[in-house]
């Protein structure tokens, strides 16, 4: 019965939809197209040939661009996979639903009058299939899919019904490149350990280019597992009739890149294949590049215009094919807004625009050092010896940097610095860049409005219901927030006075933030050491204690790893849990040398089924 009704909707829709369309002189009549997505894990576009000369070819993908479009500026709008995805399948920004941290402790529903997109496909008469991976941080529907699992298939859909069908391959994934010591002795690669370079950033050691190698292979395998998928739709007679999309699902895996702002984290490759009869529905040449940006946030409306079906306003993204869209229009897209927060177990809050040829980040807290210890990370063998060979002191400046603080504003030039190792933001020449791209983003985090200036627990407890409504009532207080944390900018003789004001509000995220700010400034802060020891006894709110317990550590040489565990043993939250033991790395992997006394058994057995929670602990134990 359900199978009759949506075959009696597609039914409708054609009706609608085959409306006359002037084409070479001609009418006649075209059903809605249907679409594919090949999507491959943890790729950016710095190791395809198509898209930079430093990588490898891949035939399959680079053939979807004879009758297609090659996008040589496309963003995922965050670096790794739970949290690019819940972009995706929203058309939302993430830290506007609280669905960018990775992995949610606990899911978010959908805005109010939003579905994830793949449901309008289905009202519309589309079958919708999934192979396989979903990784959603918000709460999915029952309408969403007819199919998400291994054995999804456009091939179950009804006669002649459209369809979109996702394919994903983990071939390229992370875990690829958890390979033992024996495995790295005994297997070769097949791709020449020196046929690339090495980023200048990283150490170029044996084992560093051959985890490029490794990588590389990786890579060739997968474009010969998109190949089987873009022949299933040649055999299936469906090649010249639908829209297939090649895309990697944020960036690459080797150290530093997943799960960090920078480009080899967030530009991913793109190539989408056009068939000849739609055409009219692509604004730019066939066989041509793009060098408009388009991003994640871009991908669920464009799916939604191209099938013909109206894009719901709520979205964030704008559509990049379809009807409406001119190449004009594409051409002008230059800028990519992006966000980082908990990665796993790992707390930190980044944010990034990239503007043309520019990127800015801004490290709201860059006292948490980019190499600071993610169990995940670190099971790859280059992280590791990164990690050891920073501590031998044998680095250069440029390879040492994963493991120092941050300043909180970062500017590039990416065309001429790719992989973002020269800073440009102190730089006088710049100033104006600097500037206009440091307004831009406060303007994104004021409109959304960012949910993470308030901690994540919080906002499980007191936004989680409805993220979005909750924003909403909260514009101005975060307003505020954004206003302390901007006073890191500044000179300490410019921001004192209105960080002594946060410091003694009655308001505990302004006291957060003002904390946070004392030690965005370090030693400068001493000032106020009477008043963030008092915070660190008295506070109402127990993450306030620990950061004013975490700026004693790393600036007073105070050792309060014990009086953090004091605070730990208390916490009934998993997130303020994890935020607390993120601290608590921190100081333990400064250069203070600080131990403490654990007596891990104290904490509450809810809070230690948790694996982040498992991690933090099994690397404190071990120090």
Not at 139 to 163: C, I, L, M
Not at 282 to 293: E, Q
Not at 335 to 344: I, L, Q
Request: charge should be positive; aromatic fraction near 12%; hydrophobic fraction near 35%.
């Amino acid at each position: 019965m359900i199978k009759k009704i949506r075959l009696l909707k597609y039914s409708l829709l054609l009706i609608v939809i085959n409306t006359s369309l002037f084409c070479n002189g001609e009418t006649r009549q075209l059903p809605p197209p249907n679409i594919v997505w090949l999507v491959s894990e943890d790729n950016s576009m710095h190791y395809l040939k198509m898209f930079n000369e430093n990588g490898v070819e891949t035939p399959h993908i680079e053939s979807l661009a004879n009758q297609g479009l090659i996008y040589t500026r496309a963003f995922s709008n965050t670096a790794v996979c739970s949290a690019a995805r819940s972009t995706i399948i929203s058309g939302c920004y993430g830290p506007k639903l609280a669905s960018h941290y990775h992995r949610s402790i606990q899911k978010v529903p959908m805005p109010d009058n939003l579905e994830m997109f793949p449901a309008y496909l289905k009202k519309g008469g589309y079958y919708t299939s999934n192979n396989s991976k979903e990784d959603y941080n918000i709460v999915k529907g029952n309408d969403v899919w007819d199919d998400s699992s291994k054995k999804a298939t456009w091939r179950n859909r009804g006669e002649n019904q459209p369809f979109f069908h996702v394919f994903n391959t983990g071939i390229t994934h992370e875990g690829s490149l958890h390979f033992n010591k024996e495995t790295y002795k005994k297997n070769k690669t097949k791709t020449g350990l020196e046929t690339f370079s090495i980023q200048p950033n990283h150490p170029k050691t044996k084992l560093f280019k051959y985890t490029n190698a490794l990588y590389r292979d990786k890579i060739i395998e997968m474009d010969a597992e998109i190949g089987k998928i873009i022949n299933q739709l040649k055999d299936d007679g469906l090649y010249n009739a639908t829209f297939i999309f090649y895309y990697g699902d944020h960036g690459g895996v080797l150290p530093g890149s997943k799960g960090y702002l920078y480009e080899t984290g967030l530009h991913v490759p793109m190539v989408v294949h056009i068939p000849e009869k739609y055409k009219h529905l692509v604004p730019n040449k066939l066989g041509s590049s793009v060098s408009g940006f388009v991003s994640f946030v871009d991908l669920a409306p464009t799916v939604l215009n191209l099938a013909g079906i109206k894009i719901p306003k709520i979205m964030d993204g704008k559509p990049f094919l379809g009807k409406n869209i001119t190449a004009e229009d594409i051409y002008n897209r230059d800028e990519s807004f992006s966000y980082a927060d908990r990665f796993d177990e790992k707390y930190d809050m980044v944010r990034a625009i990239r503007k043309g040829k520019y990127k800015y980040i801004r490290n709201y807290q860059p006292f948490n050092f980019d190499g600071l210890m993610n169990n995940y990370r670190y099971k790859q063998l280059a992280y590791k010896e990164w990690a050891e060979l920073y501590k031998k002191g044998v680095l250069n400046k440029k390879q040492s940097d994963f493991f120092m603080s941050r300043s909180p504003e970062l500017l590039f030039n990416v065309e001429d610095d790719p992989y973002e190792t020269n800073n440009l933001a102190e730089n006088p020449a710049f100033r104006k860049e600097l500037l206009k791209l440091r307004n831009r983003l406060n303007s994104y985090i004021k409109q959304l409005p960012d949910l993470s200036f308030y901690p994540e627990h919080f906002l499980i407890e007191k936004a989680f219901d409805n993220p979005v409504v909750f924003g909403e009532n909260s514009k101005i207080e975060i307003e505020k927030y954004l206003n302390i944390s901007n006073l890191s900018l500044l000179t300490f003789k410019e921001a004192k006075n209105k960080i002594e004001k946060a410091l003694n509000s009655k308001d505990p995220w302004e006291r957060y933030w003002g904390i946070i700010t004392c030690s965005n400034f370090g030693k400068e802060a001493m000032t106020f050491a009477s008043k963030i020891n008092e915070i660190s006894i008295t506070d109402s709110e127990a993450i306030n204690k620990v950061r004013a317990l975490e700026y004693k550590g790393l600036f007073l040489n105070i050792n309060p790893l014990n009086e953090m565990t004091e605070i730990l043993y208390k916490s009934t939250s998993i997130a303020e849990s994890l935020l607390i033991l993120n601290t608590m790395t921190l100081i333990t992997d400064s250069s203070l040398g600080f131990k403490g006394n654990y007596e891990f058994e104290l904490i509450s057995e809810e809070i230690k089924k948790n694996k982040d929670i498992q991690n933090r602990l099994q690397y404190l134990s071990s120090k």
